[in-house]
């Protein structure tokens, strides 16, 4: 079991085929009013929100999410997520980046 240093993630992500494993990291640090469009992929993923105040659109769900919150979204999914105007947040997604999105 390797320990991985922040020294060693560069830009912040750590993509698990590099350390032996099938679930990889990315920290996301959005601006406020910044996320990623809708889009969807063949695995599940989770999102820790750690700062902040972020909405989620998961199918035709919207979730509001806070600090402490953890949200799964399942696969093929179409979902986004958008920081809240006026919060700085910071969140933490695992997932398996061997598959690349597709968009919805």
Known sequence: MPIVTGEML????????AHGATVSLIFDHSDPGGGPRLHRHPYDETWIVQEGNVTFQAGNARLHATPGDILIVPPDTPHKYQRRPRAVGDGLHPRQPEVRHRMA
């Open 10 to 17: 560069g830009n912040g992500n750590l993509t698990g085929a």
